[in-house]
């Protein structure tokens, strides 16, 4: 046996205290390394060399693990205590914020007023409004109700719905009570909305009115109505008619009026119709007596577009004898 002492054969040798200390400052800097950003510390600065430098207490180290080592040191952790002690003689004393306690109330409830709520209406304003009467018979002495409107989203009670508000009416020692209303803007003037305590009824009453909305005007049409489309789901609107043609124009005389009435029947039977052509025709020559009888011509009509009125024709010849 010529090898009684050291390693066996192929295992490398046994490890040194050098070789010890190296693997684990290596140890220690990767687990160094999950914890610790580097990134985010202020005394952590790379020279132009590639080592590394602790601003704070102006050391140099060759490599990461030997700066991480450092800052775990004695002397790093001294020169933070320093420098946070300076930095607090430094800073102007500034007062403490002054935190205001409230002390709540702890009462009996003792259950829910009586109410009375009666709907109003204006035919002057066309405003309607709301009349709100509360009866607190048990009220504390020297207490007056308090009411406030809270918003649909203030709520935990029901679903959100902006279309409608709450009215809340409080007084010790009974439970809060809710009003849901329109979300209308209500009409905050003096005369209009208004509440009064009587403190001998013990009977809390408020008024509130609400805008009318103003119709709205000039409104700009929409994109779909200006390109001729609707939106889906909308009948189309009926498509618009022109308007009739204008009369023609009078060339320089005025219009002809309706044509004359006929003249009335001398007890011959009920008149004759009107022909088409506007004049009556000429009656039968008398039987016998007259053979030379010559039918004198029709009248001709007036030429169309001239004013008749005031042209007097000449009577027509008597027949001859």
């Given at each position: 046996?010529?090898?009684?002492?050291?390693?066996?054969?192929g295992?490398?040798?046994?490890?040194?205290?050098?070789?010890?200390?190296?693997?684990?400052?290596e140890?220690?800097?990767?687990?160094a390394l999950?914890?610790?950003?580097?990134a985010?510390?202020p005394y952590?600065?790379?020279?132009?060399?590639?080592?590394y430098?602790?601003?704070?207490?102006?050391?140099?180290?060759?490599?990461?693990g030997?700066y991480?080592a450092h800052?775990?040191?004695?002397?790093?952790?001294?020169?933070?205590a320093k420098?946070?002690?300076?930095?607090a003689?430094?800073?102007p004393?500034?007062?403490l914020p002054h935190?205001?306690t409230?002390?709540?109330r702890?009462?009996?409830k003792?259950?829910?007023p009586?109410?009375?709520v009666t709907?109003?209406?204006?035919?002057?304003?066309?405003?309607r409004s709301?009349?709100?009467?509360?009866?607190?018979?048990?009220?504390?002495?020297?207490?007056?109700?308090?009411?406030?409107?809270?918003?649909?989203?203030?709520q935990r009670?029901e679903?959100?719905?902006?279309?409608?508000?709450?009215?809340l009416?409080?007084a010790?020692?009974y439970?809060?009570?809710?009003?849901?209303?329109?979300s209308?803007?209500?009409d905050?003037?003096?005369?209009?909305f208004?509440?009064?305590?009587?403190p001998?009824?013990?009977?809390f009453?408020?008024?509130?009115?609400?805008?009318?909305?103003q119709?709205?005007?000039?409104?700009?049409?929409s994109a779909?109505?200006?390109?001729?489309?609707?939106?889906?789901?909308?009948?189309?609107?009926?498509?618009?008619q022109?308007?009739?043609?204008p009369p023609?124009a009078?060339?320089?005389?005025?219009?002809?009026?309706p044509?004359?009435?006929p003249p009335?029947?001398m007890?011959?039977?009920p008149p004759?119709p009107?022909?088409?052509?506007?004049?009556f025709?000429?009656?039968?020559?008398?039987?016998g007596g007259m053979s030379?009888f010559?039918?004198?011509?029709?009248i001709p009509?007036?030429?169309?577009?001239?004013?008749?009125q005031g042209?007097?024709?000449?009577?027509?010849?008597?027949?001859p004898q």
């Amino acid at each position: 046996m010529d090898r009684e002492w050291g390693s066996k054969p192929g295992s490398g040798g046994a490890a040194s205290a050098q070789n010890e200390a190296i693997d684990r400052r290596e140890r220690l800097r990767r687990l160094a390394l999950e914890t610790i950003d580097l990134a985010k510390d202020p005394y952590f600065m790379r020279n132009h060399l590639g080592s590394y430098e602790c601003k704070l207490c102006l050391t140099l180290h060759n490599n990461e693990g030997n700066y991480l080592a450092h800052t775990q040191g004695k002397r790093h952790q001294t020169n933070l205590a320093k420098r946070a002690a300076r930095e607090a003689k430094d800073a102007p004393a500034q007062p403490l914020p002054h935190k205001r306690t409230l002390n709540l109330r702890k009462s009996v409830k003792i259950g829910r007023p009586g109410y009375r709520v009666t709907k109003q209406y204006d035919p002057e304003t066309k405003q309607r409004s709301l009349l709100f009467q509360i009866e607190y018979p048990e009220i504390e002495d020297l207490t007056k109700p308090r009411h406030r409107f809270m918003s649909s989203f203030e709520q935990r009670v029901e679903s959100f719905d902006k279309r409608y508000q709450y009215l809340l009416f409080a007084a010790e020692p009974y439970e809060t009570i809710g009003f849901k209303v329109p979300s209308t803007e209500i009409d905050k003037s003096t005369p209009k909305f208004f509440n009064h305590w009587d403190p001998d009824s013990k009977m809390f009453t408020l008024q509130l009115y609400f805008k009318v909305k103003q119709p709205e005007t000039n409104k700009p049409p929409s994109a779909a109505a200006a390109n001729g489309t609707s939106a889906p789901g909308v009948p189309p609107p009926p498509p618009q008619q022109a308007p009739p043609p204008p009369p023609p124009a009078s060339m320089g005389n005025p219009p002809r009026g309706p044509p004359p009435p006929p003249p009335p029947s001398m007890g011959n039977g009920p008149p004759r119709p009107m022909p088409p052509g506007g004049n009556f025709p000429a009656p039968p020559p008398p039987v016998g007596g007259m053979s030379n009888f010559t039918p004198r011509p029709p009248i001709p009509p007036p030429p169309q577009g001239q004013q008749n009125q005031g042209v007097r024709f000449p009577p027509p010849p008597p027949p001859p004898q």
